[in-house]
Protein backbone atom coordinates (compact mmCIF):
# COMPACT_ATOMS: atom_id res chain seq x y z
CA UNK A 1 0.00 0.00 0.00
CA UNK A 2 1.20 3.42 -0.92
CA UNK A 3 1.83 6.04 1.69
CA UNK A 4 -1.01 8.59 1.49
CA UNK A 5 0.13 12.38 1.64
CA UNK A 6 -2.06 12.83 4.60
CA UNK A 7 0.26 9.60 6.27
CA UNK A 8 3.25 11.44 5.13
CA UNK A 9 1.80 14.47 7.09
CA UNK A 10 1.26 12.79 10.46
CA UNK A 11 4.62 11.24 10.24
CA UNK A 12 6.78 14.14 9.66
CA UNK A 13 4.22 15.60 12.29
CA UNK A 14 5.06 13.17 14.70
CA UNK A 15 8.57 12.99 14.25
CA UNK A 16 9.06 16.73 13.98
CA UNK A 17 7.44 16.96 17.52
CA UNK A 18 9.92 14.39 18.99
CA UNK A 19 13.06 16.12 18.20
CA UNK A 20 11.01 19.54 19.55
CA UNK A 21 11.31 17.43 22.78
CA UNK A 22 14.84 15.94 22.72
CA UNK A 23 17.23 17.71 24.09
CA UNK A 24 21.22 17.45 23.29
CA UNK A 25 23.24 16.71 26.61
CA UNK A 26 26.95 17.46 26.61
CA UNK A 27 28.93 15.53 28.96
CA UNK A 28 32.61 16.96 28.00
CA UNK A 29 33.12 13.90 26.16
CA UNK A 30 30.56 13.59 23.53
CA UNK A 31 27.05 14.85 23.36
CA UNK A 32 23.86 12.53 23.66
CA UNK A 33 20.08 13.11 23.33
CA UNK A 34 17.49 12.84 26.23
CA UNK A 35 13.77 13.12 24.75
CA UNK A 36 11.15 14.21 27.13
CA UNK A 37 8.70 11.15 26.86
CA UNK A 38 6.04 12.59 28.72
CA UNK A 39 5.41 15.57 25.89
CA UNK A 40 5.75 12.31 23.36
CA UNK A 41 2.69 10.48 25.39
CA UNK A 42 0.68 13.80 25.69
CA UNK A 43 1.08 14.94 22.13
CA UNK A 44 -0.20 11.11 20.99
CA UNK A 45 -3.39 11.21 23.07
CA UNK A 46 -4.15 14.85 21.92
CA UNK A 47 -4.35 12.84 17.78
CA UNK A 48 -7.76 12.55 16.92
CA UNK A 49 -8.80 9.19 15.06
CA UNK A 50 -8.18 10.03 11.59
CA UNK A 51 -4.49 11.45 12.26
CA UNK A 52 -3.97 8.51 15.18
CA UNK A 53 -5.08 6.07 12.59
CA UNK A 54 -3.10 7.71 9.73
CA UNK A 55 -0.15 7.18 11.89
CA UNK A 56 0.27 4.51 13.40
CA UNK A 57 -1.10 2.56 9.81
CA UNK A 58 1.81 4.25 7.90
CA UNK A 59 3.96 2.27 5.00
CA UNK A 60 6.92 4.59 6.77
CA UNK A 61 6.91 2.11 9.45
CA UNK A 62 7.70 -1.13 7.89
CA UNK A 63 11.30 -2.24 8.62
CA UNK A 64 11.86 0.98 10.75
CA UNK A 65 14.23 -0.09 13.86
CA UNK A 66 13.13 -1.20 17.36
CA UNK A 67 16.05 0.17 18.17
CA UNK A 68 19.75 2.62 17.26
CA UNK A 69 22.67 2.80 18.34
CA UNK A 70 23.82 6.23 16.83
CA UNK A 71 22.69 9.35 18.17
CA UNK A 72 22.12 10.84 14.20
CA UNK A 73 19.92 7.99 12.08
CA UNK A 74 16.89 9.69 10.81
CA UNK A 75 15.27 6.43 12.16
CA UNK A 76 16.36 6.18 15.86
CA UNK A 77 12.90 6.64 17.52
CA UNK A 78 11.99 3.15 17.37
CA UNK A 79 12.45 3.07 21.63
CA UNK A 80 9.58 5.83 21.03
CA UNK A 81 7.21 3.48 19.64
CA UNK A 82 7.34 0.73 22.12
CA UNK A 83 6.91 3.05 24.71
CA UNK A 84 3.86 4.78 23.32
CA UNK A 85 2.36 1.64 22.26
CA UNK A 86 2.74 0.34 25.77
CA UNK A 87 1.70 3.45 27.19
CA UNK A 88 -1.56 3.15 25.53
CA UNK A 89 -2.92 0.27 24.60
CA UNK A 90 -4.89 -0.11 27.32
CA UNK A 91 -6.39 3.11 27.50
CA UNK A 92 -9.23 2.53 25.78
CA UNK A 93 -10.77 -0.30 24.00
CA UNK A 94 -11.40 1.77 20.75
CA UNK A 95 -7.34 2.26 20.49
CA UNK A 96 -6.48 -0.91 21.23
CA UNK A 97 -8.78 -2.13 18.44
CA UNK A 98 -6.90 0.41 16.36
CA UNK A 99 -4.10 -1.24 17.12
CA UNK A 100 -5.27 -4.56 16.26
CA UNK A 101 -6.67 -3.96 12.69
CA UNK A 102 -4.85 -1.43 11.44
CA UNK A 103 -1.13 -1.23 13.11
CA UNK A 104 1.66 -1.89 10.12
CA UNK A 105 5.69 -1.96 10.52
CA UNK A 106 6.68 -1.67 13.76
CA UNK A 107 3.65 -0.52 15.33
CA UNK A 108 2.04 -3.69 14.39
CA UNK A 109 5.07 -5.96 15.65
CA UNK A 110 5.25 -3.83 19.23
CA UNK A 111 1.40 -4.41 19.78
CA UNK A 112 1.82 -8.30 18.80
CA UNK A 113 3.57 -7.93 22.24
CA UNK A 114 1.15 -6.41 24.40
CA UNK A 115 -2.31 -7.94 22.74
CA UNK A 116 -3.88 -10.71 23.68
CA UNK A 117 -6.87 -13.39 22.83
CA UNK A 118 -8.48 -12.80 19.97
CA UNK A 119 -7.42 -9.21 19.09
CA UNK A 120 -3.90 -10.70 19.36
CA UNK A 121 -4.85 -13.25 16.35
CA UNK A 122 -6.86 -11.00 14.05
CA UNK A 123 -3.54 -8.68 14.22
CA UNK A 124 -1.48 -11.55 13.37
CA UNK A 125 -3.52 -13.06 10.94
CA UNK A 126 -3.32 -9.53 9.09
CA UNK A 127 0.42 -9.82 9.81
CA UNK A 128 1.35 -12.70 7.97
CA UNK A 129 1.10 -10.93 4.88
CA UNK A 130 2.90 -7.90 6.22
CA UNK A 131 5.81 -6.52 4.32
CA UNK A 132 7.83 -6.08 7.31
CA UNK A 133 9.48 -9.24 8.02
CA UNK A 134 9.15 -9.27 11.77
CA UNK A 135 6.08 -8.93 12.07
CA UNK A 136 5.40 -11.73 9.64
CA UNK A 137 8.43 -13.96 11.81
CA UNK A 138 6.03 -13.21 15.18
CA UNK A 139 2.89 -13.56 13.44
CA UNK A 140 3.31 -17.44 12.21
CA UNK A 141 4.17 -18.08 16.48
CA UNK A 142 0.58 -16.64 17.11
CA UNK A 143 -1.72 -17.28 14.36
CA UNK A 144 -3.85 -20.80 14.36
CA UNK A 145 -2.40 -23.80 13.01
CA UNK A 146 -4.79 -24.81 10.08
CA UNK A 147 -4.31 -20.57 9.31
CA UNK A 148 -0.41 -22.00 9.13
CA UNK A 149 -1.84 -25.11 6.85
CA UNK A 150 -4.04 -22.86 4.51
CA UNK A 151 -1.03 -20.46 3.95
CA UNK A 152 1.78 -22.89 3.95
CA UNK A 153 3.21 -22.78 0.42
CA UNK A 154 3.88 -19.10 0.80
CA UNK A 155 5.29 -18.64 4.47
CA UNK A 156 7.65 -21.84 3.47
CA UNK A 157 8.44 -20.18 0.86
CA UNK A 158 8.82 -16.33 2.18
CA UNK A 159 12.34 -15.03 1.20
CA UNK A 160 13.05 -14.18 5.13
CA UNK A 161 14.08 -17.83 5.71
CA UNK A 162 13.60 -17.78 9.61
CA UNK A 163 9.85 -17.79 8.77
CA UNK A 164 10.40 -21.26 7.02
CA UNK A 165 12.31 -22.45 9.86
CA UNK A 166 10.04 -21.67 13.10
CA UNK A 167 6.70 -22.38 10.96
CA UNK A 168 7.93 -25.91 10.41
CA UNK A 169 8.54 -26.26 14.43
CA UNK A 170 4.93 -24.75 14.86
CA UNK A 171 3.84 -27.64 12.99
CA UNK A 172 5.68 -30.50 13.41
CA UNK A 173 8.73 -31.26 10.87
CA UNK A 174 7.44 -34.50 10.18
CA UNK A 175 3.83 -33.49 9.29
CA UNK A 176 4.60 -32.11 5.90
CA UNK A 177 8.19 -32.63 5.37
CA UNK A 178 7.45 -33.69 1.30
CA UNK A 179 5.92 -29.80 1.14
CA UNK A 180 8.69 -28.28 3.06
CA UNK A 181 10.93 -30.39 0.50
CA UNK A 182 9.46 -28.58 -2.79
CA UNK A 183 8.86 -25.25 -1.26
CA UNK A 184 11.19 -24.15 1.78
CA UNK A 185 13.29 -21.20 1.14
CA UNK A 186 15.64 -22.46 4.16
CA UNK A 187 18.58 -24.68 2.76
CA UNK A 188 18.64 -25.92 6.37
CA UNK A 189 14.74 -27.04 6.62
CA UNK A 190 15.06 -28.48 2.78
CA UNK A 191 17.48 -30.50 4.22
CA UNK A 192 16.07 -31.28 7.18
CA UNK A 193 12.91 -32.45 5.33
CA UNK A 194 14.57 -34.10 2.58
CA UNK A 195 15.96 -36.46 5.57
CA UNK A 196 12.50 -36.85 7.43
CA UNK A 197 10.74 -37.58 4.10
CA UNK A 198 12.99 -40.80 3.65
CA UNK A 199 11.09 -42.88 6.30
CA UNK A 200 9.44 -45.94 5.60
CA UNK A 201 10.63 -45.69 2.19
CA UNK A 202 12.96 -48.30 0.86
CA UNK A 203 16.26 -47.58 0.40
CA UNK A 204 18.98 -49.46 -1.56
CA UNK A 205 22.28 -49.59 -2.55
CA UNK A 206 21.84 -48.97 -5.82
CA UNK A 207 20.38 -45.44 -5.30
CA UNK A 208 22.66 -44.45 -2.63
CA UNK A 209 25.45 -45.01 -5.38
CA UNK A 210 23.38 -43.05 -7.59
CA UNK A 211 23.01 -40.08 -5.51
CA UNK A 212 26.84 -40.39 -4.74
CA UNK A 213 27.33 -40.28 -8.34
CA UNK A 214 25.42 -37.23 -8.79
CA UNK A 215 27.62 -35.76 -5.81
CA UNK A 216 30.99 -36.59 -7.61
CA UNK A 217 29.60 -34.78 -10.80
CA UNK A 218 28.76 -31.28 -8.98
CA UNK A 219 31.20 -28.54 -10.34
CA UNK A 220 31.58 -25.15 -9.76
CA UNK A 221 30.15 -25.09 -6.29
CA UNK A 222 29.64 -21.67 -4.16
CA UNK A 223 30.81 -21.83 -0.36
CA UNK A 224 27.56 -21.23 1.28
CA UNK A 225 24.49 -22.64 0.58
CA UNK A 226 26.68 -25.64 -0.66
CA UNK A 227 24.93 -28.01 -3.51
CA UNK A 228 27.88 -30.34 -2.17
CA UNK A 229 26.75 -30.42 1.45
CA UNK A 230 23.08 -30.77 0.60
CA UNK A 231 23.63 -33.63 -1.58
CA UNK A 232 26.47 -35.38 1.25
CA UNK A 233 23.62 -34.47 4.12
CA UNK A 234 21.38 -36.31 1.68
CA UNK A 235 23.57 -39.37 1.06
CA UNK A 236 24.30 -40.19 4.64
CA UNK A 237 20.49 -39.80 5.57
CA UNK A 238 19.96 -42.86 3.08
CA UNK A 239 22.93 -44.50 4.38
CA UNK A 240 21.10 -44.38 7.87
CA UNK A 241 18.57 -46.20 6.31
CA UNK A 242 19.96 -48.80 4.62
CA UNK A 243 19.82 -52.47 5.76
CA UNK A 244 22.32 -54.11 7.38
CA UNK A 245 23.19 -56.91 4.80
CA UNK A 246 23.85 -53.86 2.31
CA UNK A 247 26.71 -52.17 4.19
CA UNK A 248 29.27 -54.09 2.74
CA UNK A 249 28.98 -52.63 -0.31
CA UNK A 250 29.65 -49.06 0.94
CA UNK A 251 32.47 -50.34 3.24
CA UNK A 252 35.15 -47.95 2.09
CA UNK A 253 37.08 -45.60 3.55
CA UNK A 254 36.57 -43.37 0.69
CA UNK A 255 32.56 -43.09 0.83
CA UNK A 256 33.08 -42.59 4.52
CA UNK A 257 35.64 -39.36 3.79
CA UNK A 258 33.61 -37.86 1.04
CA UNK A 259 30.35 -37.73 2.70
CA UNK A 260 31.16 -37.29 6.71
CA UNK A 261 28.33 -36.40 8.42
CA UNK A 262 29.08 -39.77 10.78
CA UNK A 263 28.71 -42.23 8.20
CA UNK A 264 32.02 -43.78 9.45
CA UNK A 265 30.06 -44.31 12.51
CA UNK A 266 26.86 -45.23 11.33
CA UNK A 267 28.91 -48.21 8.98
CA UNK A 268 30.47 -49.23 12.13
CA UNK A 269 27.25 -49.23 14.14
CA UNK A 270 25.63 -51.40 11.70
CA UNK A 271 28.21 -53.68 11.34
CA UNK A 272 28.19 -54.55 15.03
CA UNK A 273 23.98 -55.07 15.15
CA UNK A 274 23.56 -58.56 16.67
CA UNK A 275 22.11 -61.58 14.33
CA UNK A 276 18.25 -60.82 15.39
CA UNK A 277 18.45 -57.23 14.77
CA UNK A 278 20.24 -57.61 11.06
CA UNK A 279 17.73 -57.05 8.00
Known sequence: MKESNFQKKQVSN?????QKNEKWIDSGRHKYPRINHDEIVNYFFSLDKREFTALISSPYWYGYPSWSNSYTSKK?????????VRASINSSNTIRDLFAKKSAGLWQR????FLAGSERVSCAKR????????????????????????NIKSLLSDRHQPISWK?????????????AMEYS????????????????????????LTELDKLRG???????????YKQRSMIASMINRLKTSDIPYVLTDEISNEIGFGVKDTIQSKLRVMEWAQD
Open 14 to 18: FLNHI
Open 185 to 208: SCTWTKRDSARRNLAGKDITVDSV
Open 76 to 84: RYGDVVTRL
Open 167 to 179: LMRRLGPDNFANI
Open 127 to 150: GIKSRDKRVRLKSVEIVPSRFLIK
Open 218 to 228: IENDMRYNSKK
Open 110 to 113: VALD
